[in-house]
């Protein structure tokens, strides 16, 4: 087996804070994802690549094995489940938390103790089955890719489930939280062959984001 290492990122903030990590364990990418139009990125270390993925992906690249480790939020892993990763290590970057939003004046607090099937309109349906189910509120999941926030204002449905940081993309368009789900990071994710096969390279790696990671406790 090749002991080059495949480090599956996406692009945007996953890939911005995992530098820093990188940089602690040694490694630096000698290309940067926004200019160029290249998947799979070099570092300076000839044993170690990047490529770029989507953020729902990465889970799945380091699964099968395509990519030997990863960088992937807690809101994505559960989403997937996490089957054949190991999550050894809590990064404590791009954080933010998971939480059920409805428009300003819908009573929800009302609608849950009234029994009333809610709507739910999200990307995370699986996090948002799981939640409703333990609270024994009955939805309508609808399956969206994006933009959540619009769907309670054109009546698609009456309340969302998406990530949620400041609160400013909620306010500005007239939505408050109504309940926290879940807290989100970002985690290492590695596959579980890889972990005993390639150990020796993966092991100083992986000890260097955990002790970089802590800073950001
Ligand atoms: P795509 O753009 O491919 O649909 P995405 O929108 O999930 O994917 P990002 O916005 O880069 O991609 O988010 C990647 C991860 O960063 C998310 O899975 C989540 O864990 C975390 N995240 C998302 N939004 C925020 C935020 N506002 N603040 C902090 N972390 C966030
Ligand atoms: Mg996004």
Known sequence: MSSQLTLALSKGRIFEETLPLLEAAGIRVTEDPEKSRKLILATNDPDVRVIIVRASDVP???????ADFGVAGKDVLHEHGGAGLYQPIDLNIAKCRMSVAV?????????VRQG?????ATKYTETARQHFAAKGVHVDLIKLYGSMELAPLVGLSDAI?????????LRANNLVEVEHIMEISSRLVVNQAALKLKRERLQPILEAFDRASKANA
Do not use: H, K, P
């Open 60 to 66: 799945t690249y380091v699964q099968y094995g395509a």
């Open 161 to 169: 489930v998406d990530l949620v940081s400041t609160g400013s993309t």
């Open 103 to 111: 428009s300003v004046g819908f009573d929800y607090e009302n609608a």
């Open 116 to 120: 009333a099937r809610l709507r739910v």
